[in-house]
């Protein structure tokens, strides 16, 4: 399991979710993208929980509450970098990542 959390941007709406499915599809490329930008706050983390909102209806819960309130401006996503990193090790271990440790 990789443990993950996406917000709103006014914490109004939290959800912790495993993002394995995000990164069973990943590319290596998108996998160090999300690796350089220390596992969230940013557009390889805002993919992760784009694609996770289509496999869950939690993660799905944080853009329903974007679209209702348009005047707030958006929401965050982080991974748990030890998960991550330990899935990398385990399931594609020619990835090298910058820092394989955390």
């Given at each position: 399991m ?26 290596d ?74």
């Amino acid at each position: 399991m990789i443990n993950a959390k996406c917000y709103s941007d006014d914490g109004a709406v939290e959800v912790n979710f495993d993002a394995t499915a995000w990164f069973e599809q990943a590319t290596d490329e998108q996998i160090k993208e999300l690796a350089d930008i220390e596992w969230g706050g940013n557009y390889a983390s805002d993919d992760v929980a784009l694609h996770m909102a289509t496999v869950d209806k939690k993660v799905q819960k944080v853009f329903d509450y974007c679209e209702i309130n348009r005047d707030m401006p958006g929401f965050e996503c982080r991974v748990n970098p030890q998960d991550a990193i330990a899935w990398v090790k385990a399931n594609r271990p020619s990835l090298t990542l910058e820092s394989q440790s955390v």
